[in-house]
């Protein structure tokens, strides 16, 4: 997202547009699946004094703005991405922790069946689903 974009969805709030929010909204676009922590690291590269604080209340105001949306790939922090993109469902490995994304068409049968049974409708972003990744199905875990 480009500067002007982003100082335009922040004005259409009486906000205004400040390096951290630009730093990490650039943050979370760089890095893909990124953590709060993880952002806060490449953030501090370029300014050493923003602390973690900043960087949750950043997140949680992007996630506002439409602009980010996080899911759990662990137990740990949620795990922020760019929104507006494509949808995807996340593999995560338990093993290595690489994580994949896929079609969530994939999901669809299970999505109309909840929808019809229970008039429930799943936030196919929010999906993640846990197992092992083909290179490491098999593999001697200790």
Known sequence: MSDTSLAEVLRARGLRL??????VLEAVY???HATPEQVHNAVRETAAGVNITT?????ELL?????VTHTHLSHGSPTYHAA???QHVHLVCRSCGEVQEIDPSVLQPLVDQLAAERGFRVDVGHVALFGDCG???GQDQA
């Open 18 to 23: 400040t390096a951290q929010r630009q730093l």
């Open 135 to 137: 290179g490491c199905e």
């Open 55 to 59: 960087i949750y209340r950043t997140l």
């Open 63 to 67: 996630e506002d703005l439409g602009l």
């Open 84 to 86: 507006g993109g494509h």
């Open 30 to 32: 760089d890095l893909g």
